[in-house]
């Protein structure tokens, strides 16, 4: 079975015109919606945990559950609920155009007389802004998209320094071109360098790293996605294998990594010729994996780069396994 995160913006989060709510009144195929707008009123996408048997998330399949009790924009959820992608939207601010899914719980009958948040296309970084009003050009029903489809949040925060061939620098000033040191590979070209600005709060709240806890030498922030190179007798006796990747959410209650809350910040993730982990601060961490994404969700960027020179790049597996929330609370217990 596979696992993995949907960043969902809750109900609440939202204004819809003529006071309308996202709950499927006709039939679940979204066009009660048609020809209003949307405002998200935050950036506090929320990442909800499901178990599937394919990485499609998407309408009428009974294998997607909640992976845990959750709570989902207010509301808690038990473990195993079935969810799914009830209908899609597109919506617009008049030049930019993005696909949103409704994300239902199917807790009621009909199951889509709840809607309980949005969860939108565009893979790293692509969520759009906050406080405009986005008109509904069209819903369709049956929306089926890959997971890695769905948007996420890039990853370093603005400041952290990276190490490439040309020295340290602040991670907003690395460019698609250059080249960064990397654990097993070597000199790294960076394809595609993303940036967004959030606020930090909710999910998007940053994972600080104190100097010395993961080999850093500075103080660190990242988002709490973002994978990290944890290695040792710990991982290999629990695992098998002694260099993992972790979530840094995964790792709050280490000492010296914590979750803190702050204002606006920028998240940043780079996209190299290999998945790789590269140095921030003498931290080893993951660069931008593609895993299955489609072509459909990059930058346009990163989408004639890759289709151009790397097309091998699309699919590889991960550099190092990952581990699972679970098994982090395992490492974290042992290095008690």
């Known amino acids: ?83 799914e992608a009830e209908y899609g939207l597109v919506l617009t601010d008049g030049v930019n155009s993005w696909t949103v899914v409704g994300f239902n719980v199917n807790n009621s009958s009909p199951a889509y007389a709840t809607v309980e948040g949005l969860a939108f296309i565009g893979g790293p970084g692509g969520f759009p802004p906050v406080g405009v009003p986005l008109t509904v050009t069209s819903a369709f029903e049956g929306p089926t998209f890959q997971q890695t489809e769905y948007a996420t949040p890039v990853c370093f925060a ?104 702050r204002g606006p910040i920028g998240y940043h993730h780079l996209l190299l010729e290999d998945h790789a982990v590269l140095r921030s601060a003498g931290m080893w961490s993951e660069s931008f994996s593609l895993g299955a994404m489609a072509l459909d969700a990059l930058l346009p960027m990163a989408r004639a780069q890759v289709t151009r020179d790397f097309p091998e790049l699309i699919g590889r597996p991960p550099a190092y396994a990952t581990l699972r929330k679970h098994e982090a609370r395992l490492l974290i217990a042992t290095a008690a």
């Open 158 to 261: 603005t400041g952290t320094v990276i190490d490439t061939c040309d020295g340290p620098m602040p991670v907003e000033r690395v460019i698609p071109g250059m080249a960064v040191v990397t654990r097993d590979h070597g000199a790294q070209r960076v394809l595609w360098a993303g940036r967004r600005a959030v606020q930090g709060q909710a999910s998007f709240a940053p994972v600080h790293i104190a100097a010395g806890t993961m080999g850093n030498t500075a103080d660190v922030l990242v988002s709490q996605q973002h994978k990290l190179l944890v290695t040792g007798w710990q991982a290999e006796m629990l695992f098998g294998q002694d260099e993992v990747l972790v979530p840094a959410g995964h790792l709050v209650g280490l000492t010296g990594v914590t979750r803190v809350t």
């Open 1 to 83: 079975m596979a696992i993995y995160d949907i960043y969902v913006l809750g109900e609440s989060a939202l204004t819809i015109s003529g006071g309308e709510q996202l709950d499927g009144v006709s039939q679940g195929d979204g066009s009660h919606l048609d020809g209003l707008t949307i405002t998200l009123n935050s950036g506090a996408w929320q990442p909800v945990s499901i178990e599937d048997d394919d990485l499609d998330f998407r309408d009428n399949d009974g294998s997607q559950r909640l992976n845990g009790a959750q709570t989902i924009d207010g509301t808690p959820f038990a473990d195993n609920a079935a969810v």
